[in-house]
């Protein structure tokens, strides 16, 4: 499917339910890439324990979330990166043409968990703070399998935990949705788990 298809498609699940799953986003090879990247800059000690809350009161908490994470930054995207945000601002301006977002830019992060790392129950927006209005995880794994764990446990009704979608992170695999909507964790998984996680913003 044309990529501008599967934007269609995502345009289309956000209007009638707040989230859509887009299985398959980009090619296997770019994916692939930005795996390779993530790894590198882990190898390379690039990668930083993530922290929870805003920026007014962060907070490392191996209890709540135990990933590790690496911001890109156009000025230092390399040439995979930069296909992966050029096709991000493709949504992005379709987002604002569809939903009259005001969407201005979007904050992405690598995000690596270990073996057994988990991130509980959260929302994107913080309370303080109600930039965010969409996310998005583009998932970078090779070859994952149910039995590896690690879904993103997604909860459709709030913080009512008995309506939830588990999804596989599985690699091309693409999740948007209302960032003040739906509550949402990961579960710890049996082998390495790399994403791209990340959030469209309104201007502060």
């Known amino acids: ?15 009638s339910d707040g989230f859509a799953i887009i ?11 930005l ?20 920026s007014n009161a ?8 135990g990933d590790f994470i690496h911001w890109l ?27 009259y977002l005001g969407l201005f830019e979007l904050e992405s992060h690598f995000a690596i968990y270990p073996t057994g790392a988990i991130y509980r129950k959260h929302l ?4 303080d703070k109600q930039h965010r209005q969409i996310s998005c995880i583009l998932y970078l794994n ?7 764990g690690g879904q993103l446990r997604f909860y459709l009704n709030g ?14 695999t693409l999740v948007v949705f209302l960032s003040d909507q739906f509550w949402h964790e990961v579960l710890p998984a049996k082998r390495q788990r790399i994403s791209l996680t990340g959030w469209f913003r309104t201007r502060e």
């Open 159 to 172: 913080r009512h935990e008995e309506t939830y979608l588990d999804i596989e992170p599985i690699g091309s």
């Open 35 to 54: 795996a390779d990247e993530a790894r590198q800059l882990q190898v390379a000690g690039e990668m930083r324990r993530a922290v929870t809350g805003s």
């Open 73 to 99: 930054e156009d000025a230092n995207a390399s040439r995979v990166q930069k296909s992966y945000l050029q096709t991000m601002d493709t949504l992005r301006e379709q987002l604002n043409l569809h939903f």
């Open 142 to 148: 090779h070859a994952w399998q149910a039995e590896d």
């Open 1 to 15: 499917m044309p990529i501008d298809s599967k934007i269609e498609s995502i345009i289309t699940a956000i209007a």
């Open 23 to 33: 299985p398959d986003f980009l090619p296997p090879a770019q994916i692939a890439a």
């Open 124 to 127: 994107d927006q913080f309370q």
């Open 58 to 65: 962060t907070t490392a908490d191996n209890k709540m979330r």
